[in-house]
């Protein structure tokens, strides 16, 4: 039986590296499509927002930093919109090509991120200077205004730590049984959503102090629309499927109820409004755009749920096998696969996707 620990999750955890079946790379196309949806969203507030006359001139480098890049090949893509939107935007300004800046992209994820693999996808006709940065966006990662863009993809939804609350025994908040908040109390999600506030705050103090006045933070985040009923979080389902394969396997004695309850994943799906008041309560960024973007995933026909476990494995594998042990992670994901199963004829409303689109501007 596994039993490798009773306290709550690892602080930093990565997605699956490598290029293999369970791999990132291989299994981020939804991330990739929904980014695809903002491309053009991403240039027209360059074109209007960025004020590239408050840059030093003669600009020599500009440097764009890319939170939680992952193993890609997504962050190559939406490097090339941004770089793209900023030559047109100097271009529009009367800039010759050969007085276009130096570029310099800093690739951030968590220390445990597989570098290597995503140095391997680095695309050979790149027109920019690289370097990885390693290390938690919740604090500050480069010196002081120094910074012209900064970009996120589908990563400030993962909190620094799973709540307090929802670990202790007895506690309103405590998930016992549950691996999420979806369908567990108000009070869950209420913890939920209170250590998400003060990680989106430490995420805008630290960025604050990177970003140049008149330089920008363009994100993308996994939401859904104001007032959303909480228990219609589409991956909310899988976690739901994910946790009973737990209690299941618990329950046949293969692994330690305890830890079933002191694990809980990470992760928070914001709303517009609750993402503009938090935006408000930091006074150094004005809000260019916030818009809830939808996007299609298997509208139509049976869902492929197969597909959404691998990706939930290429996700979560690093941090369950943190808390369980390596030796149960083919048998959870060919419980959770069969499982899954039951969601093929989901309703559509479940399906579609939400990213909220944000672009501030830093004062
Ligand atoms: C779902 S992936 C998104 C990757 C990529 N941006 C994309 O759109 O495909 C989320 C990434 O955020 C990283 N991440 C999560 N928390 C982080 C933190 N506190 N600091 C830096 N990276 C973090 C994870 O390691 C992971 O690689």
Redesign the pocket.
């Known amino acids: 039986m596994a039993s490798n620990n009773t306290a709550s999750l690892p602080k930093s ?3 699956n590296g490598g290029n293999g079946s369970y791999s ?1 790379s291989n299994n ?1 196309t939804v ?2 499509i929904a ?1 695809m949806t903002a491309e053009a969203m991403i240039e027209e507030v360059i074109g209007d927002s960025l004020d590239i006359e408050k840059f030093s001139t003669p600009l020599n480098t500009l440097r764009i930093a ?5 193993v890609g090949p ?2 190559y893509i939406a490097m090339q919109y941004i770089i793209g939107a900023i030559e047109k935007k100097c271009i529009s300004k009367g800039l010759s090509r050969s007085q276009l800046p130096d570029f310099q992209v800093f690739f ?3 220390p445990t ?1 597989d570098f290597n693999t995503l140095f391997t996808f680095i695309p050979p006709e790149k027109q920019y200077f690289v370097a990885a940065v390693p ?4 604090g500050q990662l480069f010196p002081k205004f120094s910074i012209y863009i900064v970009y ?4 400030f939804h ?1 909190l ?1 730590e799973v709540p307090k609350e929802v670990l202790i025994k007895h506690s309103p908040a405590w998930n016992k049984g549950r691996i999420f908040y979806n369908s567990a109390s108000k009070e869950v999600a209420e913890a939920y959503a209170s250590q998400f506030a003060k990680d989106i705050d430490s995420i805008l103090k630290a960025r604050a102090k990177e970003i140049i006045r008149g330089g920008m933070m363009i994100s993308l985040l996994i939401a859904v629309p104001d007032g959303y009923d909480n228990s219609k979080i589409g991956v909310g389902l899988l976690y739901d499927a994910l946790g009973s394969s737990l209690l299941d396997m618990a329950h046949e004695g293969l692994i330690n109820a305890d830890l079933v309850d002191t694990f809980n994943v990470p992760m928070y799906v914001t709303c517009p409004k609750e993402m503009e008041r938090l935006i408000k309560n930091n006074d150094c960024f004005s809000i260019e755009r916030l818009k809830l973007l939808e996007y299609e995933s298997d509208v139509d026909g049976p869902l492929d749920t197969r597909k959404h476990v691998i990706h939930i494995r290429a ?1 979560l594998e690093c941090m369950i096998t943190a808390h369980f042990g390596n030796e149960i992670i083919d048998e959870l994901f060919d419980r959770l696969d069969q499982k899954a199963t039951v969601y093929r004829h989901l309703d559509a409303s479940y399906r579609k996707g939400h990213l909220l689109f944000l672009a501030l501007k830093r004062q």
């Open positions: 955890f990565s997605m990132y981020s991330q990739r980014s890319d939170l939680g890049c992952s997504n962050t951030n994820d968590q991120n290390g938690s966006f919740h996120s993809s589908f990563a993962w620094s996700a």
